[in-house]
C-alpha cells in the first residue's frame, strides 16, 4: 500500500462547511451538488488554463480574465469548464469587476450543463479575504483533530498499563476508530479481538489465511490489503508487528467498509507501535529476570547448594536485573499504602517501582509491594515515595545468598510501619520486642491488658503499678521485690494478689508475666494522658 501523499493533510473541510463561514453577499449561481466535496485549498487564477497547476478539491477564483475578448465565446468558456470538472475543481467563484459587472451567462451554462458549482463574488468581497476563511476555517479543523488525537494516544498508553494490554488496546483502537480488530500471533493463533458496539466482527478466521500468510512471511514494514463481502470487511488490512531484527511477531488486522482518514490511519499507526512494543517486552526483552526467575523455581535449592560456576551465573543474572554488577550488594525493599490511595492496577504499580527504583525486580503483593534494589534508597527517593502515600521498609545490605534473610527481617517490621504511619529501616532498628512494636501497637497493648488497673484512681493505681513493675522485674521473687520496693515481703504478696484478681489473670505463668512486662514499657504514656 503507497504511503499518503505529502500533500495530504490530517483534515478536511468540505465546501459546505465552508460556504457557511463566506459573507452572506456571494451568491450561488449553480449548485453541481459538491457540498460534500473535501476542499484541499483555495486558488485566485487568471490562466486560460489553470488545471495543470490545481490540486483535486480546489475552490477556484478568477475576475474573469480568461473570458475577455475571443477567450469570451461560448466554445471557449465551454472548454475552460469541461477542464475544470476534469480536474475534479469543487466549484468556481467568479468575481465581479474589475473586468465583468455580472457573470457571463456563457460561463453560467457551462457550468449548468458540466454541472460544475459556481458563486458570484460581489466587488466587497477579496478574494484574499476567501482564503484566510479557509486557511482559518481548516486551521480551526485540524486543532480540533489533533486534540482528539492527544486524547486518543492517552488513552492507548492507558491501555498499554492495564492488566491486560493487548485487548484494552484492542479496545480503544475501536471505539476511536471505526473498524473491526483482530489481534494474531506468529503461530497464526487469535490472541485479541476488538469491534464497536453494534458493528461488525469480521470475517472467518480460515478466509484471513493467504494474508497472514503473506504477514507472517515478509519483511520490513508494510501493509497488505484484501476485501470481503461481508459486513464492514469491505477493506481489510494487515500490519506486521516486528522485532528489532525485524522477525515477524505476529499481526494486526483491520476491516472496514470505508478508507480510513489520515487522522485515523494515525491512531492506527500509534496502535501498531505500541503493540510491537507489547510483543518485544514479552518475547525479545530483557532476558535475565526470566532466566532468573526460570533457575530459582526449578533448582530453589541450588541458591544454597549449587557450584561455584551455577552460583557465579546467578549473580551475574541477578546483576543484570538491577542494572549493577556481581559483587554491589543489594537491598529488600517492602512498600505499605498509609493514605488509601487509589489501586492503579498491577501493571502500572509495577512499572513505577521498577522506574523509581531501578531494577526490573519487583513484586506486587496484598500488602502493596516488594522489590530488590541496588540502591541505598536515600532521604530524597523515599521522600519522592512517602509522596505517593506510600511507607517503606529498607533492608539492610545484602547479597545473593542472605536475600531471604533479608526478606523476613523487613517482613517483621511492616506492622510496625504501619501502627506508626513512618518509614523504617531495618538497620536503624532496635532489636527488641518493644523496638519491634513501636509505641502505638504498645499503647494498644498495654490499655488491653492493664485496663482495669487503669480505670483507679491515681491514688490506688499508681501503687498498684509500681508494685507489679517492681515484682516483674525481680522475677517474683518476694523478697527481692519487697527490698526493692521497701515494703513488707507480705504487703507485696497481698498487692499482687489484688492485682491478679483485677486483671483476671494468673500471674504464675510466664507468658502471663512477660506480656504485663512489655505492656507496662508504655503504661507511663498512658497514665500522663489525662482523662476526659
Not at 21 to 35: A, F, N, Y
Not at 91 to 114: Q, S, T
Not at 184 to 192: C, I, K, N, T
Not at 208 to 234: H, I, K
Request: glycine share 8%; hydrophobic share 45%.
Amino acid at each position: 500500500m503507497s504511503p499518503e501523499p505529502a500533500t495530504a493533510r490530517l483534515s478536511f473541510v468540505t465546501l459546505e462547511q465552508f460556504v457557511e463561514q463566506l459573507p452572506p453577499e456571494l451568491t450561488m449561481i449553480h449548485d453541481g451538488g459538491s457540498g460534500a466535496s473535501l476542499l484541499r485549498w483555495v486558488e485566485p487564477s487568471e490562466l486560460e488554463d489553470p488545471t495543470p497547476y490545481l490540486p483535486e478539491g480546489e475552490f477556484l477564483l478568477t475576475a474573469g480574465l480568461p473570458f475577455l475578448g475571443k477567450g469570451g465565446s461560448a466554445a471557449k468558456v465551454d472548454a475552460y469548464v469541461r477542464r475544470l470538472v476534469e480536474a475534479k475543481v469543487a466549484a468556481l467563484g467568479f468575481g465581479i469587476r474589475p473586468y465583468f459587472d455580472a457573470v457571463p451567462e456563457a460561463l453560467v451554462d457551462a457550468c449548468r450543463k458540466h454541472n460544475l458549482t459556481l458563486f458570484e463574488v460581489p466587488e466587497s468581497v477579496p478574494f484574499a479575504a476567501i482564503g484566510l476563511e479557509f486557511s482559518q476555517l481548516l486551521e480551526t479543523d485540524n486543532a480540533r483533530v489533533f486534540r482528539q488525537l492527544a486524547e486518543t494516544n492517552r488513552q492507548l498508553m492507558r491501555a498499554v498499563l492495564s492488566p491486560r494490554p493487548e485487548h484494552e488496546l484492542l479496545a480503544a483502537l475501536v471505539q476511536r476508530v471505526p473498524v473491526w480488530a483482530l489481534l494474531v500471533g506468529a503461530d497464526g493463533r487469535v490472541r485479541a479481538r476488538g469491534h464497536s458496539a453494534g458493528g461488525s466482527t469480521g470475517v472467518e478466521h480460515s478466509l484471513l489465511a493467504p494474508m497472514l500468510e503473506r504477514l507472517l512471511s515478509g519483511s520490513g514494514p508494510r501493509v497488505e490489503m484484501d476485501g470481503f463481502e461481508q459486513p464492514g470487511s469491505a477493506l481489510v488490512f494487515g500490519h506486521p508487528l516486528r522485532s528489532t531484527k525485524d522477525a515477524n511477531l505476529g499481526a494486526l488486522i483491520l476491516g472496514s467498509d470505508t478508507p480510513l482518514s489520515p487522522a485515523q490511519n494515525n491512531v492506527v499507526q500509534a496502535a501498531v507501535g505500541l503493540l510491537e512494543l507489547l510483543v518485544r517486552q514479552r518475547t525479545s526483552g530483557s532476558l535475565a529476570p526470566s532466566q532468573l526467575a526460570t533457575a530459582v523455581l526449578l533448582h530453589p535449592e541450588s541458591l544454597v547448594s549449587g557450584g561455584t560456576k551455577h552460583v557465579n551465573g546467578l549473580k551475574d543474572l541477578l546483576a543484570q536485573s538491577l542494572s549493577s554488577t556481581r559483587s554491589a550488594q543489594m537491598r529488600v525493599i517492602q512498600g505499605v499504602r498509609v493514605d488509601g490511595t487509589a489501586d492503579d492496577g498491577p501493571v502500572r504499580e509495577a512499572l513505577q517501582w521498577r522506574r523509581l527504583f531501578d531494577t526490573k525486580l519487583v513484586e506486587i503483593t496484598e500488602y502493596g509491594f516488594a522489590a530488590i534494589t541496588r540502591l541505598k534508597v536515600d532521604d530524597s527517593l523515599l521522600a519522592d515515595v512517602e509522596k505517593l502515600g506510600w511507607r517503606l521498609v529498607i533492608g539492610e545490605p545484602t547479597e545473593l545468598h542472605g536475600l531471604s534473610a533479608a526478606y523476613q527481617r523487613a517482613s517483621s517490621l511492616r506492622s510496625r510501619v504501619l501502627s506508626t504511619g513512618l518509614s523504617a529501616r531495618v538497620d536503624e532498628v532496635t532489636w527488641s520486642v518493644t523496638g519491634l512494636l513501636g509505641r502505638e501497637a504498645g499503647t494498644m497493648l498495654a490499655e488491653r491488658l492493664l485496663a482495669p488497673v487503669l480505670a483507679l484512681e491515681p491514688d490506688r493505681r499508681d501503687p498498684l503499678l509500681s508494685v507489679l513493675r517492681g515484682w516483674l522485674s525481680e522475677n517474683g521473687s518476694w523478697d527481692g521485690s519487697a527490698k526493692l520496693l521497701g515494703l513488707h515481703r507480705n504487703s507485696v504478696r497481698r498487692q499482687i494478689g489484688v492485682l491478679g484478681e483485677l486483671l483476671d489473670m494468673d500471674l504464675n505463668q510466664a507468658q502471663v508475666r512477660a506480656e504485663l512486662w512489655i505492656a507496662l514499657q508504655y503504661a507511663d504514656e498512658l497514665v500522663a494522658v489525662p482523662a476526659d
